[in-house]
């Protein structure tokens, strides 16, 4: 008995040593600089990734609410969400229209993990779209248009899978459509015209089955319309017109019976109006003017009842009035 209690109180203050390590393991852990900004420190953080990119901009009196002094929070343009332990997080930046004059490459997306809106339409950002965008992971809207971007549209925004409105609008965008925008399965809003975007439109476009608006038109796009087309039976408006686009319009166009807006106008379009554009019951304005279209009206167009603009002008279409 008594090497037994002997045993069992030599042990304990081995035990104890062992509680005091833990804890000082776990104080020093929590005292890590990962720690705090994954803690109470996250706004911080954030904030001065936007401090930094204030900082490079020609145009920082805009800002002048952007202060060190000041919880990010309550900046111009800034929204905050705060989760269940009260530790503030930047979800929205939204600066359109302020007159900012800046570049993108400057500022560090990675440190804005939690962003789901960034809007910097209507300002004055040149320079090109970087890559590192990507990082922006919860992004649903990203507004850029009315700017003076220039270069290419990266591969790395189809990474961007939560996106549900992309306006690249009204800017000087050369390059192709990356075929990666077919992963952002969540697009509603579409929106590249005014730039100087080439080559065809991808087939990857018949992917986003949830689009509603589609606008490229003042581009320099050429190639034929994809019969993909067809696939995004939920659009309401698309506008194509102003470009280079040759060959037929597919008779897939048919499957757009929420089709409201059709803007094909200025083009190199061939062939004939396919009949199945009758399935277009909900189609009030239609403008195809100034192509090559030949062949006669098909008898259908008398099921767009709703339709109040109907231009075929400038084309070699052929035979009878239905």
Request: aromatic share 6%; charged share 15%; hydrophobic share 40%.
């Amino acid at each position: 008995m008594k090497s037994r209690l002997s045993s069992k109180f030599t042990t304990f203050p081995t035990l104890m040593m062992m509680v005091l390590l833990l804890l000082v393991l776990l104080f020093s852990n929590l005292c890590s600089p990962v720690f705090i900004m994954a803690t109470a420190s996250k706004i911080e953080f954030e904030g001065r990734a936007l401090l930094q990119w204030k900082a490079t901009l020609k145009s920082q009196e805009l800002l002048d609410t952007w202060t060190s002094k000041t919880s990010p929070c309550n900046w111009t343009g800034i929204t905050c969400k705060y989760n269940g332990h009260q530790m503030a997080m930047i979800t929205r930046v939204q600066l359109g229209e302020l007159g900012l004059e800046g570049k993108l490459e400057i500022l560090n997306f990675s440190a804005l993990s939690s962003l789901r809106v960034l809007n910097l339409s209507d300002n004055h950002v040149h320079g090109s779209i970087p890559a590192a965008i990507s990082a922006l992971s919860m992004l649903t809207i990203l507004d850029l248009s009315t700017n003076n971007l220039t270069g290419i549209i990266p591969s790395e925004l189809g990474n961007l899978t939560r996106l549900n409105t992309l306006l690249l609008a009204d800017n000087q965008i050369s390059g192709s459509i990356p075929p990666s925008f077919g992963n952002l399965l969540t697009l509603r809003d579409l929106e590249i015209y005014d730039n100087r975007i080439t080559g065809p439109i991808p087939h990857s476009i018949g992917n986003l089955t949830k689009l509603e608006t589609f606008y490229l038109y003042n581009n320099g796009i050429n190639g034929s319309i994809p019969r993909e087309i067809g696939n995004p039976v939920n659009l309401r408006d698309l506008g194509i017109a102003e470009n280079q686009i040759t060959g037929p319009i597919p008779h897939s166009i048919g499957n757009l019976t929420k089709l409201e807006t059709f803007y094909l106008y200025n083009n190199g379009i061939n062939g004939s109006i396919p009949c199945e554009i009758g399935n277009l019951v909900n189609l009030r304005d239609i403008e195809i003017s100034d192509n090559q279209i030949t062949g006669p009206i098909p008898h259908s167009i008398g099921n767009l009842t709703n339709h109040e603009t109907f231009y075929l002008y400038n084309n070699g279409i052929n035979g009878s009035i239905p």
